[in-house]
């Protein structure tokens, strides 16, 4: 089997997910091209030969340009803060590799424009890091809603809350500053939500929403305290192109929620709820052909869900989290191999970013807002 070289830039949270889908995805899937780890990159060099010992990268490196310049790595995953994506991204596509970016695409819409139309320019395969569509719960909410079991789709509504930085004490970083993060939940958590309403429903055509800042200012290492320059939480009200209105909200300060991305999906035959804390189930609700014959029903997830099958064969015994990035890093090799089409990939991940950029334009102008995608 062919083999294909990967880097991977940035040895924090999502750095380490990335190395192990691209280790254990050969092992739970039959990737049409067996990754190799060649070389990995952070700006802190103990953190990357520490990463490079861990999951054996036969390279480690300071410099995420000598990453992207290496002849042996085809494939770029960037995982470094939001600010850097573009750079990097606009780096590796001018020297050919296909890229494996984290989410958010870009600080705003115009810079995720720039990248989309590179990939476009490279032609190479980009996959965005919106792992939660790989679930197999949500795989078989978006194949009951092409096969018309929910009927005509009515209404949506997702939340994506958690609670990271609900302390007033959370430490003052990048992704509270505008020019190193962006937005702050929206980019961050909201964005998800954005993107599985494209998945599931279709494209937004319009939003009107508000945003607040729970804390305005809070304490870096030195215990200065600072000014924090994005949102703590957003709500929007979204209309799709169909008409159908919606409702995305997401909150950093929701105290207990942990990775609460929950959603539901009406139609006129049905129901659906799902919630990321539970996502190995999924509520279904059909509209009762008995008088004694009502409520959500609870699917456990099992092998006839794919590609739960690849993990286990026992229905219920669960996938996790990083489940869902070997997942797509098996989604990225199939298309790089020309399988399947990369999705969500720059064309998407752009479609998400003008949505969040309409949102940020509702909140300042304080009107519902056109999504403008070119
Ligand atoms: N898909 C998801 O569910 C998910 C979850 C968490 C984070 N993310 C995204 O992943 C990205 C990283 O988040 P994280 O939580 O892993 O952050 P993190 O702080 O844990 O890791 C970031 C890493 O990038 C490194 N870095 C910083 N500057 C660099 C540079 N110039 N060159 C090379 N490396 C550099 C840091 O040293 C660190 O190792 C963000 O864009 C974030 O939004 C996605």
């Not at 490079?52 to 290496?70: I, M, P, S």
Request: glycine letters at 10%; charged letters at 25%.
């Amino acid at each position: 089997m062919n083999e294909i070289g990967i880097g991977v830039i940035g040895t924090g949270y999502m750095g380490a997910c990335h190395a192990q889908a691209m280790a254990a995805v050969g092992h739970v899937f039959e990737p049409p091209l067996r990754p190799r780890l060649v070389a990995v990159a952070d700006v802190d060099a103990r953190s990357a030969e520490a990463a490079r010992a861990r999951f054996d990268f036969a390279r480690a490196t300071d410099d995420w340009h000598e990453l992207v310049a290496d002849p042996d790595v085809a494939v770029v995953s960037i995982t470094a803060p939001n600010i850097l994506h573009k750079p990097m991204a606009l780096a590796a596509l001018a020297a050919g590799k296909h890229v494996w970016c984290e989410k958010p695409m870009a600080l705003t819409a115009a810079d995720a424009r720039e990248m989309r139309d590179a990939a476009r320019a490279a032609g190479v395969t980009t996959l965005v890091g919106y792992n939660y569509v790989r679930s197999p719960a949500l795989a078989l909410a978006r194949k009951l809603v092409e096969e018309g079991e929910l009927g005509r789709i009515t209404q949506f509504r997702a939340i994506f809350d958690e609670d990271y930085m609900g302390r007033a004490d959370f430490p003052y970083g990048w992704r509270v500053q505008r020019k190193l993060a962006g937005s702050g939940v929206l980019g961050d958590m909201g964005s998800h939500a954005i993107n599985l309403a494209h998945f599931l429903v279709g494209p937004i055509g319009e939003v009107a929403a508000g945003t607040y800042t729970a804390h305005a200012e809070r304490a870096d290492e030195k215990g200065r305290m600072l000014p924090v320059e994005n949102e703590d939480v957003i709500e929007a009200l979204v209309r799709f192109e169909t008409g159908v209105v919606g409702h995305i909200g997401a909150s950093r300060i929701a105290f207990g929620r942990k990775n609460g991305l929950d959603l539901e999906l009406y139609g006129t035959k049905g129901g659906l709820r799902f919630t990321q804390e539970r996502f190995n189930e999924l509520q279904l609700f059909k509209t009762a052909e008995r008088s004694d014959d009502n409520g959500f029903r609870t699917i456990l997830t099992g092998p006839p869900h794919p590609p739960f099958g690849r993990f286990t064969p026992g229905w219920g015994h669960g996938l996790g989290f990083n489940d869902l990035k070997v997942i797509e890093a098996a989604h990225l090799l199939d298309a790089i191999a020309g399988r399947s089409r990369a999705w969500p990939d720059f064309e998407e991940g752009a479609r998400v970013e003008a949505v969040c950029d309409a949102i940020e334009t509702s909140v300042t102008e304080r009107r519902w807002t056109r999504v403008h995608t070119t």
